[in-house]
């Protein structure tokens, strides 16, 4: 893919159009073979596994097809837009990066069975969303492109088992069913269809009416990915070899566990003007934060004092949140208070709280960890606390700490304890975070907004302020005009 050749643009389709994406669907045949940098490697990617890993916590969600498909399309507006042909704005740009995207995390997704597995099973579905919200014209002009290996079923062919048919696709006798296409395919390629008992069968040949034709482009493109994953498998440890790679598409991989890598930078805009105080915090943590940073925050009240990741971790959530410097070293200064004087806060601590601003040593300016890092990186050890509690602490104690912390979860508590068993704990935050967010108008399947998970702890609590915000505006000309009222 990072061949140092720019002629050979990728065709899809049709050979002879002169458009390199001539559909916004694509069946990715060909892979992109023109330079890309590695930031564009690396962003397309994360783009679409945004995508991709809210399509798999919707699965784990049971979210409906419906439901499935709102979220989706909210995502792909998001991060990966794909529009039809206009004269306006740069569908090619889109459409690269989408084929650019799949093709990485492919690279990405290839190194396990269970990781193909769910890779498909996430890009088929994205691939459905998309074929089920395309226009009927470009619809039918992707399929035309493409050879898909079906025969048409003739006019006399469907005048002989016409009442076969017709029962077999639930088609109403008139003219519906004069108007209905049919084509014919061996039967195990609709397999899906052959056990809902939707197509008429004869001879092992699958009459499929066009209504349930796209069963077969959806199980042809799930059938050809998987193939396609295993040979990139074969070929990966080639690919290996490139240094430059093997740290992105290892990052890129663990996308499934704890959701997409996310750098949170909204939080900048949402939060820092309101100006947060060192005795703000009890209050905030008490209403906004997540159960890792509520933990840290309560271990450090027990203990007035966390041990170095744990304050890494907490630190940065606090910078990010909107905590000012000056804010920072009087809240960390008060909390260690009473175990130690001054003088040994400012030789201890003092300078890696300024370090993690930025203003001392080589002054980068240091992000919060994000939900991927803080779950798969420097994993706590036991008289540890940093870390996510929904993957780093035993099922006991994670159930005492939400009856304690969030006691609106009581009810729900199976629930969320079933998700992270299955390894998904990003969703079972989302899901406390829809339950202790009830009140502020916030509906099941919903996520932080959209329908999107927790990616980020700062994400997190800037949307638990946002809603508290949104809330309290709405309150405010009521009261006015209550006042009003009892003045007069
Ligand atoms: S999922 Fe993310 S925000 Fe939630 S507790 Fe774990 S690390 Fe914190």
Redesign the pocket.
């Known amino acids: 893919m990072l061949r140092n050749t720019v002629k050979a643009e990728p065709r899809e389709g049709n050979a002879t159009t002169t458009k390199p994406y001539p559909h916004r669907l694509n069946f990715y045949d060909r892979p992109p073979l023109y330079d890309v940098t590695l930031e564009d490697f690396e962003t397309c990617a994360i783009d679409r596994l945004r995508v991709l890993a809210e399509i798999e916590s919707s699965f784990v969600r049971n979210r409906s097809h419906e439901e499935l498909k709102a979220v989706t399309t909210a995502q792909c507006n998001k991060y990966l837009p794909l529009r039809v042909d206009t004269a306006k704005g740069d569908t090619d740009l889109e459409r690269r990066n989408d084929h650019l995207g799949h093709f990485v995390l492919r690279l990405a997704f290839c190194r396990s069975e269970d990781l193909r597995r769910r890779f498909v099973k996430a890009e088929t579905t994205l691939f459905r969303v998309r074929y089920e919200t395309e226009g009927v014209n470009q619809k039918d002009r992707f399929l035309k492109s493409r050879n898909f290996d079906w025969l048409e079923v003739s006019h006399e062919e469907k005048k002989q088992y016409g009442e076969e048919l017709r029962i077999a696709s639930s088609i109403k006798e008139g003219e519906e069913f004069e108007n209905e296409s049919f084509v014919k395919v061996k039967f195990t390629r609709v397999l899906n269809l052959v056990e809902r008992r939707k197509v008429f069968l004869l001879g092992g040949w699958a009459y499929v009416p066009e209504v349930e034709r796209s069963s077969i482009v959806f199980n042809e493109y799930e059938k050809y990915l998987t193939k396609a994953l295993e040979l990139t498998a074969k070929a990966l440890p080639r690919l290996d070899e490139d240094s430059r790679l093997v740290p992105i598409l290892s990052n890129l991989s663990q996308g499934f566990l704890?959701?997409a890598p996310s750098e949170w930078a909204g939080a900048s805009d949402a939060t820092d003007v309101d100006g947060i105080t060192a005795d703000m915090i009890d209050e905030l943590a008490q209403k906004h934060f997540?159960?890792?940073?509520r933990?840290l925050h309560r271990e450090l009240r027990d203990s007035d004092h966390l041990k170095h990741f744990g304050r890494l971790q907490y630190g940065l959530f606090l910078k990010v949140l909107g905590l000012p410097i000056e804010e920072a070293i009087a809240f960390w200064r008060k909390s260690f208070l009473k175990r130690m004087n001054e003088d040994k806060f400012n030789k201890e601590y003092k300078y890696n709280i300024r370090h993690s601003y930025g203003l001392e040593g080589k002054r980068a300016n240091y992000a919060a960890?994000?939900?991927q890092q803080?779950?798969l990186s420097d994993q706590p050890g036991p008289s540890d606390c940093h870390?996510?509690?929904?993957?780093h602490f035993s099922p006991e104690s994670l159930q005492t700490a939400l009856r304690v912390t969030y006691p609106a979860v009581q009810g729900d508590l199976p629930e969320i304890m079933h998700t992270v068993k299955s390894g998904h704990?990003?969703v079972?935050?989302?899901r406390?975070f829809e339950i202790t967010h009830k009140g502020t108008g916030v509906k099941k399947g919903e996520g932080v907004g959209g329908g999107e998970s927790?990616?980020?702890?700062n994400?997190?609590a800037a949307r638990s302020r946002e809603l508290e915000k949104a809330q309290l505006e709405s309150l405010i000309p009521a009261a006015t005009s209550s006042s009003v009222a009892m003045e007069i």
Do not use: F
């Not at 927790?454 to 702890?457: D, F, L, Y």
């Open positions: 704890a959701g997540p159960l890792c940073m933990n960890k994000s939900c803080i779950l870390g996510c509690p929904y993957r704990y990003h079972a935050c989302t406390v927790v990616t980020h702890p994400q997190y």
